[in-house]
C-alpha cells in the first residue's frame, strides 16, 4: 500500500498562484509515476500532471500547460506550482501514485485539497 498526503490548498483570486505538496509513505518503491488529478463540482476527474519517477520526466494536461509545474524534492515528495490560476481551476485537487506504468491512471490517491479560484 502507499499513503498519499496533500496539502496547500485554499482560496485565491484569479492570476494567483499556490504550491500544493504531496508526501508519500508506505510501498514508495514500487511507485513509477506520481501526479496529480483534480475533480470539480458536477464534473469527471480529470488528470491534470505526473512526474516519473525514475527520471523525472512531466507530463501535463494542455489546459495547464505553461501554468503548472510539477517538480519533486525527493523521491517521495512532489510539487504541483500553479500560477496564473483561473476559475476553472477550482476543484479537488487529488495526489495520485501509480505502479503499473500508466501515466494517465493511478493505483492510489490521497483525500484531496480544495482549491478555490475567485473571478
Known amino acids: 500500500q502507499v499513503q498519499l498526503v496533500e496539502s496547500g490548498g485554499g482560496l485565491v483570486q484569479a492570476g494567483g498562484s499556490l504550491r500544493l505538496s504531496c508526501a508519500a509513505s508506505g510501498r514508495t518503491t514500487s511507485v513509477y509515476t506520481m501526479g496529480w488529478f483534480r475533480q470539480a463540482p458536477g464534473k469527471e476527474r480529470e488528470f491534470v500532471a505526473a512526474?516519473?519517477?525514475?527520471?523525472?520526466?512531466t507530463y501535463y494536461t494542455d489546459s495547464v500547460k505553461g501554468r503548472f509545474t510539477m517538480s519533486r524534492s525527493n523521491a517521495n515528495t512532489v510539487y504541483l506550482q500553479m500560477n496564473s490560476l483561473k476559475p476553472e481551476d477550482t476543484a479537488v485537487y487529488y495526489c495520485?501514485?501509480?505502479?503499473?506504468?500508466?501515466?494517465?491512471?493511478?493505483?492510489?490517491r490521497g483525500q484531496g485539497t480544495q482549491v478555490t479560484v475567485s473571478s
Open positions: 495520485t501514485a501509480g505502479i503499473l506504468g500508466r501515466i494517465y491512471e493511478y493505483d492510489y
Open positions: 512526474i516519473r519517477r525514475s527520471d523525472g520526466v
